[in-house]
């Protein structure tokens, strides 16, 4: 099901302290964005708000054209998962354990688990491909499996919008390229919005659709790749210089930038 997620002139920040104003957005469409800028400019507040994490200090965020502050909060788990950047959870927790914790939002208190939920959770093991380890504990993988495993957790809430904050950090090239493969076909096969931010800029030139460039807590471009992903956009975004260059990759045609300081 198509949802829509809406910022309408949303003031973000924590309790009084403002860190953007008149924040604007709309998804709409079943798509991968990225939302990209320096450190510092607002990025993961903007990710927070949309998902409820954070109350605006003004303006309003609308799920399916409702206000999201006043939405039932299973209700709004039900729709949207969010993996924050610095997820926790006992070290001797199982990857099991911590997938079955995605189906919180459709569980009462002393309910026992549902076939619907059993089936839900093997699922996102196996789209995970975690089915091997879904029995060890968290402390035992290393850090690209264990971001997969809270990845499995967020796909267990069967959400239609995913929102993803920083989920390569930390990780080497080779797991970056790996969870970033593994969201693509999340979206491709479940249909959903998946909303994060990267600082990868490669990374969301290559896996996104559409781009959302912050800087100093404004939206100061959005639109596709092909429009956002360019010399003059990131050079005055990250105020450095820019070069741009186009590489085939599987038979692909991608384009890539490399920042530099001109002396």
Aim: a negative charge; one cysteine or more.
């Amino acid at each position: 099901m198509t949802r829509t997620l809406v910022m309408d002139k949303g003031r973000i920040g924590y309790q009084t302290r403002a860190v953007g104003e008149d924040v604007s957005l709309r998804f709409d469409t079943p798509e991968i964005v990225s939302i990209i800028g320096p450190n510092g400019s607002g990025k993961s507040t903007v990710l927070k708000t949309l998902g409820r994490l954070l109350e605006p200090l003004g303006g309003t965020v609308y799920l399916d054209g409702k206000d999201i502050q006043r939405m039932n909060s299973k209700a709004v788990a039900r729709i949207i998962s969010m993996l924050p950047q610095s997820a926790q959870a006992p070290a001797d927790m199982t990857v099991r354990d911590l997938v079955l914790c995605g189906r919180l939002p459709y569980q009462n208190p002393f309910s026992s688990l549902t076939a619907e939920d059993v089936k839900a959770v093997q699922t996102a093991l196996e789209e995970t491909g975690l089915v091997e380890f879904q029995h060890r504990p968290l402390k035992d993988l290393s850090g690209g499996e264990r971001q997969r495993a809270w990845l499995a957790m967020a796909v267990a809430q069967e959400p239609d919008i995913l929102l993803l904050d920083e989920p390569t950090t930390f990780l080497d090239v080779r797991y970056q390229l790996e969870l970033m493969k593994l969201v693509v076909k999340l979206h491709e096969t479940r249909g959903i919005t998946v909303i994060m931010v990267l600082h990868d800029l490669n990374h969301a030139a290559r896996f996104s659709q559409r781009l959302i460039a912050v800087k100093r807590g404004q939206v100061v471009a959005d639109g596709p790749v092909t429009e956002i992903f360019t010399e003059p956009v990131l050079s005055n975004l990250y105020e450095v210089d820019m070069v741009f260059t186009k590489l085939l990759i599987d038979g692909e045609e991608h384009t890539i930038c490399v920042p530099y300081e001109s002396r």
